[in-house]
């Protein structure tokens, strides 16, 4: 009956260990998730940026030639 018991208690500290895992890669998914998001924001804030440097350098060339 021992060896059954320290089986058991192995088990529960098992799942313990696991349930208490979880929400930590919830977290870890919702950072991630995040992640992408805020890259995908400054990608597009560099993307205007370029265009409108360019659109502004386009207006100059333009003046420049009237």
Do not use: C, G, Q
Request: hydrophobic content about 25%; glycine content about 0%; cysteine-free.
């Amino acid at each position: 009956m021992d060896m059954e018991e320290k089986r058991n208690e192995e088990e529960e500290l098992v799942k313990a260990s696991v349930e208490e895992s979880e929400p930590e890669n919830e977290a870890l998914e919702s950072d991630h998730r995040f992640d992408k998001i805020y890259s995908n924001i400054a990608s597009n804030r560099y993307e205007n940026l370029r265009t409108s440097w360019i659109e502004n350098r386009a207006k100059k060339l333009r003046k420049k030639r009237k």
